[in-house]
């Protein structure tokens, strides 16, 4: 197994979150009551229906963040109404300037640190709608990654193996000294492998059993594993 010298991330899903507060916010605004703890626990379910071969094929990432949002309401037990449809076009235009993915976990910026300490070189490799980088400066997480990929300003969304392929020129890796950890199977492990990178599925909530690839339910599982060498040597 070669060393490993690079670790490249998705965004949302691995680092940031949607602010379930702030999607609960807009829909009482419209009389309609779900509360964030609900919303969150009902996004496993949707991101796992967004998660199939024949949905990325026919899809873009924008209409499928748009999808997954319905999905969600309606594993929250919301039923899709004109109000609904108004609260989520409120908030597609906050996250066109803002970022809907503001909520970032308490065991990120460690995870990100202890892999930095490792001396290894991390690019944040994400389908996003241009506001990526200054969303992550503003939110402290791009300060520990060589480099940030929006596919919005490359013209080439995951799992289009280009995407990779730029952020291994911009990190001046190579395939075979790389993972790829991203939590959509179809996008980010297909994508990478596309790319001859390897790919690691971050599954919180152990949806994908029986996946022909390595799986993590949390970030600091994956620092463990790498530092147990189970992905190649770091030093």
């Not at 969150?40 to 024949?54: C, F, G, L, M, S």
């Not at 990325?56 to 999905?71: E, I």
């Not at 994508?191 to 059993?209: F, H, K, T």
């Amino acid at each position: 197994m070669a060393r490993l010298t690079s670790v490249f991330l998705d965004a949302g899903g691995v680092l940031v979150y949607p602010n379930w507060t702030r999607i609960s916010a807009a829909l009482a605004r419209h009389g309609i009551v779900a509360a964030p703890e609900v919303l969150a626990r009902a996004e496993p379910i949707a991101k796992k229906q967004i998660d199939e071969h024949t949905t990325v094929a026919a899809t873009d990432d924008a209409s499928r963040g748009w999808q997954y949002f319905n999905l969600i309401l309606t594993a929250a037990g919301v039923p899709l109404s004109k109000e609904t449809e108004t609260a989520l076009g409120e908030l597609r235009a906050y996250h066109r300037e803002r970022n809907l993915w503001e909520l970032v976990p308490d065991g990120v910026a460690p995870a990100l640190q202890a892999l930095v300490d490792m001396q290894l070189r991390l690019a944040i490799v994400s389908n996003a709608n241009g506001t990526l980088c200054a969303h992550l400066d503003r939110l402290g997480i791009s300060r520990y990654a060589h480099c940030v990929l929006d596919s919005h300003e490359h013209g080439v969304e995951k799992p289009d193996p280009r995407l990779f392929r730029i952020a291994l020129e911009r990190t001046g890796a190579t395939p075979e000294t790389t993972i790829h950890v991203g939590d959509l199977y179809n996008i980010d492990v297909l994508g990478a492998r596309a790319a001859n990178i390897r790919g690691v599925l971050l599954d919180e909530q152990g949806q994908y059993d029986g996946v022909d690839c390595p799986r993590v339910r949390s970030l600091d599982e994956l620092v463990t594993r790498i530092r147990d060498g189970e992905f190649g040597a770091t030093r």
